[in-house]
T-cell receptor, first 110, second 114 residues
Framework: DAKTTQPTSMDCAEGRAANLPCNHS???????VYWYRQIHSQGPQYIIH???NNETNEMASLIITEDRKSSTLILPHATLRDTAVYYC???????????FGAGTRLTVKP | EAGVTQFPSHSVIEKGQTVTLRCDPI?????LYWYRRVMGKEIKFLLH????????ESGMPNNRFLAERTGGTYSTLKVQPAELEDSGVYFC????????????FGPGTRLTVL
């Protein structure tokens, strides 16, 4: 699986959009980009995933660049409850295990 | 629908003792995974069951760890004998067969070895 690079930490004001970047320059054509988050003392939680096209669900949007070497997770209206560590994971369709990195610690401030 | 459950939530044991962690996946999920985060480290994959069969156990750290999933329902992870470096949080996750989308994680078991 390709390696990902994320900023160690980010802050965001409550009610504003949180944009979390991820670099995955060695991604291959059939690797998907997944985002999970871990709120303190809980298990990781799935957010969204995509291959080439931008994706949106009730939690977030995922923007993948045309060359697929980077992506951005967007939380449109961050709340205090979105404070968590966010993990960008790249994996092949056939790999079932998740390779977590260090993630980005997002702090949403009032 | 109940989520992935893990028991116990916390366990404190002494070095050399044995501990067994249990995971109950979401009903109908044939894929079951174990992960762990030891202090200050990243979450690491341990192993993957498909039903009762071990599909991938490449992440198991050593032979002190034994995972089972008899009958393809719940799974246990036994650590025998426990060492100080085994302290951490052990997560279980499950997903449906033939999908590589969402893995549902349990709340984890915090293991402390003294």
């Amino acid at each position: 699986d390709a390696k990902t690079t994320q900023p160690t930490s980010m802050d965001c004001a409550e009610g504003r959009a949180a944009n979390l970047p991820c670099n995955h320059s060695t991604i291959s054509g059939n690797e998907y980009v997944y985002w999970y988050r871990q709120i303190h003392s809980q298990g990781p939680q799935y957010i969204i995933h995509g291959l080439k096209n931008n994706e949106t669900n009730e939690m977030a949007s995922l923007i993948i660049t045309e060359d697929r070497k980077s992506s951005t997770l967007i939380l449109p209206h961050a709340t205090l409850r979105d404070t968590a560590v966010y993990y960008c994971i790249v994996r092949f369709l056939g790999n079932n295990d998740m390779r977590f990195g260090a993630g980005t610690r997002l702090t949403v401030k009032p | 629908e109940a989520g992935v459950t893990q028991f116990p939530s916390h366990s404190v044991i002494e070095k050399g003792q044995t501990v067994t962690l249990r995971c109950d996946p979401i009903s109908g999920h044939d894929n079951l995974y174990w992960y762990r985060r030891v202090m200050g480290k990243e979450i690491k994959f341990l192993l993957h069951f498909v039903k009762e069969s071990k599909q991938d156990e490449s992440g198991m750290p050593n032979n002190r760890f034994l995972a089972e999933r008899t009958g393809g329902t719940y799974s246990t992870l036994k650590v025998q004998p426990a060492e100080l470096e085994d302290s951490g949080v052990y997560f279980c996750a499950s997903s449906q067969l033939w999908t590589n989308n969402e893995q549902f994680f349990g709340p984890g078991t915090r293991l402390t070895v003294l």
